[in-house]
């Protein structure tokens, strides 16, 4: 495997792909469903609503940019509100969260949601960078 999946040229878009853009429409929706349990987060632990919304803003933007331009900046950025979330939703499920061990009760549908759309994103993601082939991918010089 190399690494041309990964890396696109210098912040050069390559053309947005299916899995791109599937990864883009998940994103936002990820985005949408943190930013509707933001106040049950937020009454179960504060620094979860905060965290929440922080990441909730990461997904939409990332989606959104995702959709338009496919660079490893933007992948990096979705993969970065995608990750801490499923990483999150399962210490809920698993161990609880401190001062927040009944947040998976508060909120089943929408960190089982949460957990699927987060897990679907890194999944594409991964998905469009090994099958990217390095024909595809902008003749850039890497110094400009």
């Given at each position: 495997m190399t690494t041309t999946g990964f890396v696109s040229g210098p912040r050069a878009a390559t053309?947005?792909?299916?899995?791109?853009?599937?990864?883009?429409?998940?994103?936002?929706?990820?985005?949408?469903?943190?930013?509707l349990g933001l106040p049950a987060l937020a009454d179960a632990a504060f620094y979860v609503g905060v965290l929440a919304a922080a990441l909730a803003?990461?997904?939409?933007?990332?989606?959104?940019?995702?959709?338009a331009h496919d660079t490893i900046v933007v992948r990096a950025g979705a993969a970065f509100a995608a990750g801490p979330i499923l990483l999150g939703e399962i210490l809920a499920f698993s161990l609880g969260?401190?001062?927040?061990?009944?947040?998976?009760?508060?909120?089943?549908?929408?960190?089982?949601?949460?957990?699927?759309?987060a897990?679907?994103?890194?999944?594409?993601?991964?998905?469009?960078?090994?099958?990217?082939?390095?024909e595809e991918m902008p003749d850039t010089p890497y110094a400009l």
């Open positions: 053309r947005p792909t299916r899995c791109s853009r599937g990864a883009a429409v998940l994103s936002l929706l990820l985005g949408v469903v943190l930013a803003a990461v997904a939409l933007g990332a989606g959104a940019a995702l959709w969260l401190p001062g927040a061990r009944d947040l998976a009760q508060l909120t089943v549908l929408q960190a089982v949601s949460a957990l699927v759309l897990g679907s994103v890194l999944a594409l993601l991964a998905a469009d960078a090994f099958r990217r082939r390095p």
